[in-house]
């Protein structure tokens, strides 16, 4: 398997991250909204980052069937917290498509929080033009290849790699 980004170099550029959330939300109130499954060991490793106080609420969410994107968004869970009037920060493992994301900021939207930004700990080089989609901060840039590692999974397998590989 080749090694993309390394645990060193996924640690270093968390702290660069946090930083900048820190200071992009000092004096706001901060929501965090992590997608599960594959977002939890980013989630946990942004967040202890970033130092502010802070609410955390997790979303199941699911758009991959046998490592394909079914073109559909299912939530398999829901917020606790009521995002209405709250600075939300939705935190994911991997922009690609964009749909997740797409979809996830809309619902919060909808339901009333007064800004929603995106993190993610890698963006592919893809085409996401039919969604808009893109991340407020992102770790990694890389092509579009099939990605595992740090959150990232084929069939369930790889999430608990401490860096992010590739399996193609």
Not at 40 to 62: E, H, S, Y
Not at 125 to 131: I, K, P, Y
């Amino acid at each position: 398997m080749e090694v993309l980004f390394s645990a060193e170099e996924i640690s270093a550029r968390i702290r660069e991250m946090g930083a900048e959330i820190t200071r992009f939300y000092k004096d706001k109130p901060l929501t965090v909204v992590v997608l599960a499954s594959g977002g939890i060991f980013f989630g946990a490793d942004i967040m202890r980052a970033i130092d502010l106080p802070m609410w955390v609420d997790c979303l199941g969410v699911a758009s991959y069937v046998n490592d394909k994107s079914s073109g559909e968004i299912r939530c398999r869970s829901c917020l606790k917290l009521d995002c209405k009037d709250r600075h939300v920060l939705i935190v994911d493992e991997v922009l690609d498509t964009g749909k997740t994301l797409f979809e996830v900021k809309k619902m919060l939207l909808e339901q009333g929080a007064l800004s929603v930004k995106s993190a993610v700990i890698v963006t592919k080089q893809v085409d996401r033009s039919a969604t808009v989609a893109s991340a407020d901060w992102s770790g990694f840039d890389c092509p579009d290849r099939y990605l595992v590692g740090y959150g990232l999974d084929s069939n369930e397998e790889y999430r608990n790699l401490p860096f992010i590989g590739v399996l193609d």
